[in-house]
Each structure stands twice: as structure tokens, then as C-alpha cells.
């Protein structure tokens, strides 16, 4: 079975704090991504990584940052964290290439920034 | 800006009912339409997907109908059960940069009473 792991499930943070959202996977995928989820607006895309140190911005990279050191691990900063970042975070995988290659979601950290 | 748009934003149905969950796109450049299922708690998981080259793709009790020509997609639950009852989010891919970006419609929270 695919299993994406994300670091906490719950998270909670003061304003100006630096935050580190941590996502590991083990099917060796070589695409991940991370999104957040707020009530009626779906999941956004953030950032998302093709490769080891690659990142391209997603629809909303603004006040987010990304580091992918090794191709399982993909971490998620928030330099200085906001209340207006307060949202559940979802971090997925994928292969690369082919048609339709599923994308496999962890089970999401819901960070609240006080 | 890509976009999905998904409707209704919530829907009740009586056990046994078919659920109905509409979604419309704008980019012709499309050409993955998946359908992702959440339970709360959890990430969201890869339901049915269909390419646009096929009108239908059923699974058991769900189905995707697709309509190019109107582009817009639709999820059928025939039979629905309580064990439905989640939120649902349609989305479409297109290359980019040698991976797939999956733009999500903003989700259908589906109830089905028993």
C-alpha cells in the first residue's frame, strides 16, 4: 500500500512563529505536492516538486516556502506564520510521466495560528 | 485561471437515491478527469476516473458521465448509502513541466440518510 505520512496531525502556533509541516512517502514517487483545504474553496495547490531540489510555485505560494532535500521527503515553511494560514494541509504523491497517474493524499495537519 | 467548477456545495440524499454531483471546466487542454473521495479525518482518495475520449466509465455504483462538447463531467451514485456520505471533488490535469497539476473543483459535502 502507498502511505503518505505527514509529520502532525494537529499544530498549534503563534504569529511570527517559523512552522515546518513535514510529508514523507514510500513508494519512491518522484512528483509531490502540497495543497491546502479551507471550506468552500477546495483543495489549492501551494508548491509542488517534479525531482530532488525542484519546486514550482502552485496557485497560491504566497508566505509558503519548500525544501526537498531527499525524493521521499517534502517539507512545508511557513516563514512567519499567520492567522490567515490557519487551514488543514495536505501533502500528496505521484509518479511522473503516463496518463492519469493517481495522486495519494496523507491524512492532513490541521494548523492553527493564534 | 484554470478552474473547475463544481455544484451542488452540499446534497442530501435518502438511502437508495442516486446522488448527482455536477462539474464544468473551461480548459479544451484537459484530459484527466478524476473524482476524489474524503472522509472526514482523512486525505482525499482517488474514486473513478475517466478520459475524454469515452462518454461513460462506470464502477460498480459510480459513474462519470462526460460531455466535451458542453465540457462538464458528472458523478453518479446509484444506490446511495450511508457509508456515501463524504465530501467529493471532481478535477482535471494537463501537462505541465512534465508533471500533472490536478485543479480541483471546490468539493460537494454528499449526506445520505438512512
Known amino acids: 500500500d502507498v502511505k503518505v505520512t505527514q509529520s502532525s496531525r494537529y499544530l498549534v502556533k503563534r504569529t511570527g512563529e517559523k512552522v515546518f509541516l513535514e510529508c514523507v512517502q514510500d513508494?519512491?514517487?518522484?512528483?509531490m505536492f502540497w495543497y491546502r483545504q479551507d471550506p468552500g474553496l477546495g483543495l489549492r495547490l501551494i508548491y509542488f516538486?517534479?525531482?530532488?531540489?525542484?519546486?514550482e510555485k502552485g496557485d497560491i505560494p504566497e508566505g509558503y516556502s519548500v525544501s526537498r532535500e531527499k525524493k521521499e521527503r517534502f517539507s512545508l515553511i511557513l516563514e512567519s506564520a499567520s492567522t490567515n494560514q490557519t487551514s488543514m494541509y495536505l501533502c500528496?504523491?505521484?509518479?511522473?510521466?503516463?496518463?492519469?497517474?493517481?495522486?495519494?493524499f496523507g491524512p492532513g495537519t490541521r494548523l492553527t495560528v493564534l | 485561471q484554470q478552474q473547475v467548477k463544481q455544484s451542488p456545495q452540499s446534497l442530501i440524499v435518502q438511502k437508495g437515491g442516486i446522488s448527482i454531483i455536477n462539474c464544468a471546466y473551461e480548459?479544451?487542454?484537459?484530459?484527466?478527469f478524476p473524482w476524489y473521495q474524503q472522509f472526514p479525518g482523512k486525505g482525499p482518495a482517488l474514486l473513478i476516473a475517466i478520459r475524454p475520449d469515452v462518454s461513460e466509465k462506470k464502477e460498480g455504483r459510480f459513474t462519470i458521465s462526460f460531455n466535451k462538447s458542453a465540457k462538464q463531467f458528472s458523478l453518479h451514485i446509484m444506490d446511495s448509502q450511508p457509508g456515501d456520505s463524504a465530501t467529493y471533488f471532481c478535477?482535471?490535469?494537463?501537462?505541465?513541466?512534465?508533471?500533472?497539476?490536478?485543479?480541483f473543483g471546490k468539493g460537494t459535502k454528499l449526506t445520505v440518510n438512512p
Open positions: 516538486s517534479y525531482d530532488v531540489k525542484m519546486k
Open positions: 480548459n479544451t487542454a484537459f484530459d484527466y
Open positions: 478535477a482535471a490535469s494537463r501537462r505541465w513541466g512534465g508533471s500533472e497539476k490536478l485543479v
Open positions: 513508494m519512491d514517487h518522484e512528483n
Open positions: 500528496a504523491s505521484n509518479t511522473r510521466g503516463g496518463w492519469g497517474d493517481t495522486q495519494y
